[in-house]
């Protein structure tokens, strides 16, 4: 005790006899009122100055020998508690319990005290705690059942319904807080018209609730305006806050309409509050995660590159469509083994063809925090093939280049050191030689040329209507004569439409399909051009009986720098751009060109051009 209260334990004692709420009563060892304490006043009827150093007449006559023998145990040692009667000043017998303990001074017995408190009240403590009991038992059973839903609006809707089951509310809410503004998301025994309401934040209940730093509030006061008014009846409000994460983030209302809460409903609604604000951030959490599995699975799902995971011993664990794709393997082919390609080093990355042909590009990330592995794997194959065709290409060209000009050369050197040593038939015969061979090299540069222009997206043709008839004439006029092997059949109905395009660039691409035609079937054989018109188109088919192309290769031969190595093809040399060219050129006029076997052996290539006559014409190029 502090030096303050020092000397004053008189007035201390003074003090808590008087601010006891039992009734406490001192008796000397002949049973005289020594102490007569506020509550007792209150309790009997007598005042102090009326009892204290008398006998007080409050035992009933009946009840003197059950007195006596509990103040003789008392004397002999041991407190007593029991219930009993006791009369009050009116005569009003009074159901109390009586705790009696002995005075004493030092080590003798100097009297009794004697605490008195109405039975009754016992009783409405019991029913209380035993109430609070079984509120608290029930908190913990609706806490539990709360906490069992995950998705958020259910969560709310089971809060609501619970809070009035806890407090004996009529009908509950809740409001969520969304910057400035109040909504209700969620109601019980209320109509639904009202769910989704919404209010300002500053001039709602929930405002006043947070500017008193409270976390419960009980209202009467102007409810008639509020959406809650609903409720027939309404007279009182029980608001309580709940918190995720440490901030508001909406409010419990407990409307009450037959009944008045108490203390008791405002602790119950404080608790549910607490509750409430924990299975709230629980439902948002979860539902957090589920967008972000849902996003995650989305991207793991549409990404063109294979994705897989590993577990810490290697095996595959995800394995997303486009793995499956790129690898020919289904996730049951995978799942629960090793992914069927080597593993980089995480950082590094590791180039590897599959049995199928494929080239993959494959890289690795460890994820520490759960020793997974995620394999992100990309089809490289076409790089992998333009690069090798790149390489061909340019051993190609040196070779293309280099034959020409050193027979050029050559002969140059010839004429320019043997001049007058040849005949006249020599020297024209090197000169010739020389022309052919400068005008093979001007070809090549051409085509080098245009498929540059044509892979840069720059090639210009200039749109006219022309004879098509005409200039599959002029290309195959003099090919009769170019090979003792071959025969060369053209075939054009009359009134063959003309067409719209170029034809300069028709003549290149006409000249390398004939080329081809002769090129690719060295062993001699029909050349057959023949046209007709198709719908609104008119199409150009140039058949050959030569080596043919593989199935897997007629698209790819229109590639920039493919030289396909199937059949025969592939000795006939070349730079891998005729073809590139000739298609390129075709679409730049709205036509195209395709390959197709020949029946019976060999190649037909198709060109399709429009027809003039259908300028405008939507229907569809076939």
């Known amino acids: 005790?502090?030096?303050?209260?020092?000397?004053?334990?008189?007035?201390?004692?003074?003090?808590?006899?008087?601010?006891?709420?039992?009734?406490?009563?001192?008796?000397?060892?002949?049973?005289?009122?020594?102490?007569?304490?506020?509550?007792?006043?209150?309790?009997?009827?007598?005042?102090?100055?009326?009892?204290?150093?008398?006998?007080?007449?409050?035992?009933?006559?009946?009840?003197?020998?059950?007195?006596?023998?509990?103040?003789?145990?008392?004397?002999?040692?041991?407190?007593?508690?029991?219930?009993?009667?006791?009369?009050?000043?009116?005569?009003?017998?009074?159901?109390?319990?009586?705790d009696i303990s002995a005075l004493r001074l030092g080590s003798a017995v100097a009297g009794y005290v004697c605490v008195h408190h109405l039975a009754?009240?016992?009783?409405?403590?019991?029913?209380?705690?035993?109430?609070?009991?079984?509120?608290?038992?029930?908190?913990?059973?609706?806490?539990?059942?709360?906490?069992?839903?995950?998705?958020?609006?259910?969560?709310?809707d089971r809060i609501s319904a619970s809070l009035t089951e806890l407090t004996g509310a009529d009908a509950g809410g809740f409001v969520l807080i969304e910057e400035d503004r109040l909504r209700l998301v969620s109601t019980y025994r209320l109509p639904e018209s009202i769910r989704g309401t919404t209010t300002d934040l500053r001039t709602s209940l929930v405002d006043k609730l947070l500017r008193t730093g409270k976390t419960v509030m009980l209202e009467s006061d102007g409810l008639e305006d509020l959406v809650w008014a609903r409720l027939k009846g309404l007279h009182t409000i029980a608001l309580g806050l709940a918190a995720v994460g440490g901030r508001p983030y909406g409010a419990l209302y407990a409307l009450f309409a037959r009944r008045t809460p108490g203390h008791l409903e405002l602790e119950l609604l404080e608790l549910l509050a607490g509750h409430a604000g924990i299975a709230v951030g629980n439902a948002v959490a979860y539902q957090e995660a589920v967008r972000q599995r849902a996003h995650e699975r989305a991207v793991f799902d549409a990404s063109a590159d294979g994705i897989a995971v590993l577990d810490g011993g290697g095996r595959v664990v995800r394995w997303n469509p486009a793995a499956a794709e790129l690898t020919a393997f289904p996730a049951t082919a995978v799942i629960g083994g090793p992914p069927p390609f080597p593993l980089p080093k995480p950082g590094e990355k590791v180039t590897f063809q599959m049995e199928t042909g494929r080239w993959l590009d494959v890289v690795s990330a460890r994820i520490e925090e759960t020793g997974e592995v995620v394999i992100d794997f990309r089809d490289v194959t076409t790089a992998k093939e333009l690069e090798e065709a790149k390489d061909l290409f340019l051993a190609t060209t040196s070779h293309e280049l280099r034959t020409p000009i050193t027979i050029v050369r050559g002969f140059a050197s010839t004429l320019d050191s043997r001049w007058d040593k040849l005949s006249d038939a020599e020297r024209r015969s090197a000169v010739h030689t020389i022309s052919e061979r400068?005008?093979?090299?001007?070809?090549?540069?051409?085509?080098?040329?245009?498929?540059?222009?044509?892979?840069?997206?720059?090639?210009?043709?200039?749109?006219?209507?022309?004879?098509?008839?005409?200039?599959?004439?002029?290309?195959?006029?003099?090919?009769?004569?170019?090979?003792?092997?071959?025969?060369?059949?053209?075939?054009?109905?009359?009134?063959?439409?003309?067409?719209?395009?170029?034809?300069?660039?028709?003549?290149?691409?006409?000249?390398?399909?004939?080329?081809?035609?002769?090129?690719?079937?060295?062993?001699?054989?029909?050349?057959?051009?023949?046209?007709?018109?198709?719908?609104?188109?008119?199409?150009?088919?140039?058949?050959?009986?030569?080596?043919?192309?593989?199935?897997?290769?007629?698209?790819?031969?229109?590639?920039?720098?493919?030289?396909?190595?199937?059949?025969?093809?592939?000795?006939?040399?070349?730079?891998?751009?005729?073809?590139?060219?000739?298609?390129?050129?075709?679409?730049?006029?709205?036509?195209?060109?395709?390959?197709?076997?020949?029946?019976?052996?060999?190649?037909?290539?198709?060109?399709?051009?429009?027809?003039?006559?259908?300028?405008?014409?939507?229907?569809?190029?076939?």
């Open 1 to 98: 005790m502090g030096d303050e209260w020092a000397g004053s334990d008189d007035e201390i004692a003074r003090a808590v006899l008087a601010s006891s709420p039992n009734a406490v009563v001192a008796l000397d060892r002949d049973q005289s009122v020594l102490v007569w304490n506020d509550a007792a006043e209150r309790l009997f009827g007598w005042t102090a100055e009326e009892m204290l150093g008398r006998r007080a007449p409050i035992v009933p006559g009946e009840l003197k020998a059950e007195h006596n023998a509990v103040l003789e145990r008392v004397r002999t040692g041991g407190q007593v508690s029991l219930r009993t009667k006791r009369l009050r000043s009116d005569g009003t017998m009074l159901d109390v319990r009586v």
């Open 120 to 156: 009754q009240a016992d009783e409405v403590a019991r029913n209380r705690m035993a109430r609070r009991a079984r509120l608290v038992r029930r908190l913990t059973d609706v806490v539990g059942d709360i906490n069992s839903e995950l998705e958020l609006s259910a969560v709310l």
């Open 438 to 622: 400068a005008r093979s090299l001007g070809q090549l540069v051409d085509h080098l040329l245009l498929g540059a222009r044509a892979g840069a997206e720059e090639l210009k043709v200039k749109m006219e209507t022309f004879d098509l008839a005409e200039r599959i004439n002029a290309a195959t006029l003099g090919l009769p004569v170019l090979s003792d092997k071959h025969r060369v059949e053209v075939i054009i109905p009359e009134g063959l439409p003309h067409v719209l395009g170029d034809p300069l660039a028709t003549d290149i691409v006409l000249g390398q399909l004939l080329e081809n035609a002769f090129k690719y079937s060295p062993k001699g054989g029909l050349i057959s051009v023949e046209a007709w018109p198709e719908d609104d188109n008119v199409v150009v088919v140039v058949d050959d009986e030569g080596v043919g192309i593989a199935p897997p290769d007629r698209e790819r031969i229109f590639e920039r720098f493919v030289q396909v190595d199937s059949g025969d093809r592939r000795r006939f040399g070349g730079v891998g751009l005729g073809l590139y060219i000739v298609r390129s050129l075709a679409r730049a006029q709205g036509g195209d060109v395709s390959a197709h076997p020949r029946p019976g052996g060999g190649t037909r290539m198709r060109l399709v051009l429009r027809c003039a006559s259908n300028i405008g014409s939507d229907t569809p190029m076939r």
